[in-house]
């Protein structure tokens, strides 16, 4: 029997914390989380072609076992999303705790084991997924049983979405869910993947949740110009023109701006900095050091770089088809992550203007993250969060961050939910060696899914729990 949770009750009186009403073998739970983890990792739901059917079915069977109604939503066969509910009483408004069931592909010859075998390894748990983002999706799972199990009074109800398509195909996940079945999700708040902790020396430093994130606006750029021998260099080569409009583009700094994300995540970041960071971080408002700052990032330090302003990356270009014809057309693939508040036509005209060429067109393509506005760092759900964090990390501080990434917790936030991202306990020595999300050897320390399920619990005790 894989039910091995252990429910006991505190028979003295309460303390009158809510997060503390119930005794939780956690050894218990972590035995069981892992059992569930592991057979998610070795359901392989590589979105194309996705299969997340496999594991919505299985997530339904899972709960059904312990009285817990899940339902299946799908805008085509094969790609199933998941909701369940636990009840409360109604006097407040629900919250909604989500997890994609897809994952990107692999390059086999690049992974050092089975990346569907869930191989547990020197203290890690290797699989595709296992970042990104089946452990959330295990944690959804767990939440949802401990509270039937526990019989938590509830003064909303706690729905758990299993979204599919995130990896690149959102109208057949939480676009679908949204637009066709907004009452089984509306909510007040909604908590999903997107920030983490980490450990130094097995201490964790800080816990990263995600309050705002850029939006995609990806675009081509197609100059024109006459086609002829390559003999005979002309005025208007298409190549040069897309070559001159890629280095302008690529050189050009928009305006920076900061939301209330940003700004308190620099002044936290700077309060556990070196001095010389600290200087940096305390800075980027100063308009006499701001232009070195800002240079400082974008040769050392990309990533706060990127969260200053909206970003320009070219990641393809391609022209020509021999070496002696000059073509009439050449063409660039530019991935531009705007700022939440960015306005896309304005950015276009903008770039245009920076161009400054007739012949080089901008194509955009369609924005398939919507912006929207970061959640608030000042109501009750980033409090319990942090109140969360100081019980489980005493010496952590929480950072509110904005992601340069996108995620289905955009189309939440469109819909005016507020949404904070959280995730699993990594290690400063992991970072940037390999192994992330996305990457070849996707890992998770395999002490960090049991955090990762504390985390989510106390925080939904702490936001719906009928307080005592």
């Known amino acids: ?68 109604e899940g339902r299946l939503y799908a805008l085509e066969p094969g790609r199933d999303n998941l909701v369940a509910r636990i009840s409360g009483n109604g006097s407040k408004l629900p919250v909604l705790v989500m997890g994609h069931t897809d994952v990107v592909g692999v390059q086999r010859e690049n992974w050092s084991v089975e990346p569907f075998d869930a191989v547990r390894r020197d203290g890690y748990i290797y699989g595709r997924g296992s970042l990104d983002d089946k452990d959330s999706v295990t944690a959804g799972l767990m939440i949802l049983l401990m509270l039937k199990r526990y019989q938590v009074e509830l003064d909303r109800d706690v729905i758990f979405l299993a979204e599919a398509g995130e990896e690149g195909t959102p109208y057949l996940g939480i676009d679908f869910m949204v637009n066709e079945h907004w009452n089984e999700i509306d909510s007040q708040y909604c908590l999903a993947e997107g920030g983490g902790a980490i450990a130094q020396d097995g201490e964790v430093r800080y816990v990263s949740i995600a309050t705002a994130e850029k939006f995609p606006m990806r675009v081509q ?36 701006r900061l939301n209330q994300t940003t700004e308190a995540y620099f002044e936290r970041l700077a309060s556990i900095s070196s001095d010389e960071d600290a200087m940096r971080y305390r800075g980027i408002l100063d308009p006499e050091r701001q232009a ?31 070496r002696n ?30 161009i400054n060429d007739p012949n080089v067109e901008i194509i955009p393509e369609g924005i398939y993250r919507p912006p929207g506005q970061p959640s608030p760092i000042d109501n009750e759900m980033f409090q319990v969060i942090e109140s969360v964090n100081t019980r489980l990390f005493p010496e952590s501080v929480t950072l509110p961050t ?61 936001i719906a729990a009928t307080t005592p």
């Not at 949404?419 to 998770?444: K, M, Q, S, W």
Request: one cysteine or more; charged letters at 20%.
């Open 402 to 462: 904005m992601s340069a990434g996108s995620s289905d917790k955009a189309q939440m936030r469109a819909a005016g939910v507020p949404c904070y991202g959280f995730g699993p306990v990594l290690n400063e020595e992991d970072l940037g060696t390999g192994g992330g999300a996305h990457g070849d050897d996707e890992r998770i320390p395999e002490d960090s899914l049991l955090k990762l399920i504390q985390f989510l619990w106390y925080t939904i005790i702490g």
């Open 1 to 68: 029997m894989r039910k091995i949770l252990i429910i006991l009750f505190v028979s003295w009186p309460m303390t009158g914390q809510t997060q503390d009403q119930y005794l939780i073998d956690w050894a218990a739970v972590e035995d069981e989380a892992l059992t569930y983890f592991t057979e998610l990792l070795r359901i392989n739901t590589t979105n194309p072609p996705g299969n997340e059917t496999a594991i919505a079915t299985y997530l339904r069977d899972e709960l059904a076992e312990d009285g817990i």
């Open 325 to 354: 014809v000059i073509p009439a057309s050449a063409e660039a693939t530019l991935d531009i992550r705007a700022l939440p508040d960015e306005n896309p036509e304005d950015f276009y005209d903008d770039m245009a203007a920076v």
């Open 292 to 322: 070195r700052i800002q240079q400082y990032f974008a040769l050392n330090d990309p990533r706060h770089y990127s969260i200053l302003r909206t970003g320009i990356s070219p990641t393809i270009i391609s022209g020509g088809f021999r």
């Open 221 to 256: 750029l197609v100059a024109h110009g006459t086609a002829g021998h390559g003999s005979a260099p002309r005025a208007d080569n298409a190549i040069a023109a897309l070559s001159a409009a890629v280095a302008k583009l690529s050189a050009w700094q928009p305006p920076m």
